[in-house]
């Protein structure tokens, strides 16, 4: 399956054998000591550098379930009448084709899949930019895509990439989209970055996106074992990116509220009274009883 696809998801592959998700990994991590494919979170792809990049093709069969939920997340983040910047990728073409159910839209891109799929939209219009194609991703890049997008304006940019770390943020394998890419940042208000949980933690060579410029995080839940993903979503939404977790589907997924109750939070949460602490005090002061009365209290509490 890595050989045809160039990657594949743990999930999907214990999916196709029939077997759980801990023995996948136990096989995969076998087939790495043999030279036989390289392992990243989540998933397992052919061997290569710190640079490589799988095409097109190959990325689309990965975490299918997950993008379909962070699109229809990320979807509802944009308003009628709004104006955006939609990155190339997989996922954000994902995002445009529910983008094109929003009246008087105008996406600004630099992706021909992200065109293609709002091309038929009524009252969405779409803005391209310029450049050279390239043909692994369908993205326009180089400097003509740069200079079409200066003195641009909008109020989010939806982003996508190769991995996603909080030391370094969004990540990319190619310098070129990377640079594409740091300009639509610069044209957008908010930066809004979709990645599956098999990106978390993945860190790969050029910088797109900093940390600190990362607004939100639209994510899938990542699976109980995943503690790797868990750590890397804490230590963005330390960083004040706000986490946002999109089911997809499997068991123990949340919906669009943000992280579920197991995994920490940015907000800081409200005091709680627990079990054994301390207890809120009455502010109204009662008498103490007297007589007859204060023999039958006296009585029960004895009891």
Same mark, same amino acid.
């Given at each position: 399956?890595?050989? +045809?696809?160039?990657?594949?998801? /743990? =999930? ?6 029939? $077997? ?11 087939? *790495?000591? *043999? ?5 990243? #979170?989540?998933?397992? @792809?052919?061997?290569?550098?710190? $640079? ?13 379930? &997950? ?12 308003? *009628? ?17 529910? /983008?094109? =159910?929003?009246?008087?839209? !105008? ?11 709002? +091309? ?25 895509? *740069?200079?079409? /997008?200066?003195?641009?304006? @909008? ?34 208000? &908010? ?5 599956? #949980? ?5 860190? !790969?060579?050029?910088? !797109? ?19 790797? +993903?868990? !750590? ?17 589907? #499997? ?13 920490? =939070? ?8 627990? =079990? ?9 002061? /009662? ?17």
């Amino acid at each position: 399956m890595v050989r +045809a696809n160039g990657a594949v998801s /743990l =999930r999907e592959l214990a999916r196709v054998v029939q $077997t759980s998700e801990v023995t996948v990994r136990r096989d995969v991590r076998a087939l *790495e000591a *043999e030279g036989l494919l390289d392992r990243r #979170h989540g998933g397992a @792809v052919l061997p290569g550098g710190f $640079t490589r990049e799988s095409g097109f093709p190959q990325k689309s069969h990965l975490a299918t379930a &997950e993008k379909t939920a962070i699109a229809d997340v990320a979807a509802g983040l944009v308003e *009628e009448g709004e104006a955006v910047v939609v990155g190339a990728g997989t996922t954000t073409q994902e995002l445009a084709r529910r /983008l094109a =159910r929003v009246p008087g839209l !105008t996406v600004v891109t630099n992706s021909l899949l992200v065109a293609q799929a709002l +091309a038929h939209a009524n009252r969405v219009e779409v803005v391209m930019t310029g450049g050279t194609l390239r043909g692994s991703n369908y993205a326009l890049v180089g400097s003509g895509a *740069e200079q079409s /997008l200066q003195g641009l304006r @909008v109020s989010r940019a939806f982003l996508s990439g190769s991995g996603l770390t909080a030391e370094r943020g969004l990540s990319t394998s190619n310098m070129l989209s990377a640079s594409v890419d740091r300009a639509l940042v610069q044209a957008a208000a &908010e930066v809004v970055v979709l990645a599956d #949980h098999t990106k978390l933690g993945t860190d !790969t060579m050029f910088q !797109t996106v900093p940390t600190d410029v990362i607004t939100r995080l639209v994510t899938d839940e990542p699976p109980p074992h995943d503690d790797r +993903a868990a !750590t890397e979503l804490q230590a963005l939404a330390d960083q004040g990116v706000q986490i946002t977790v999109a089911g997809a589907g #499997h068991p123990g997924a949340a919906g669009a509220e943000g992280l579920p109750p197991r995994r920490p =939070r940015r907000e800081s949460p409200l005091p709680v009274q627990r =079990r054994g602490g301390p207890q809120l005090r009455s502010a109204v002061s /009662l008498p103490e009883p007297s007589g007859p009365d204060r023999a039958r209290v006296a009585d029960l509490r004895r009891r």
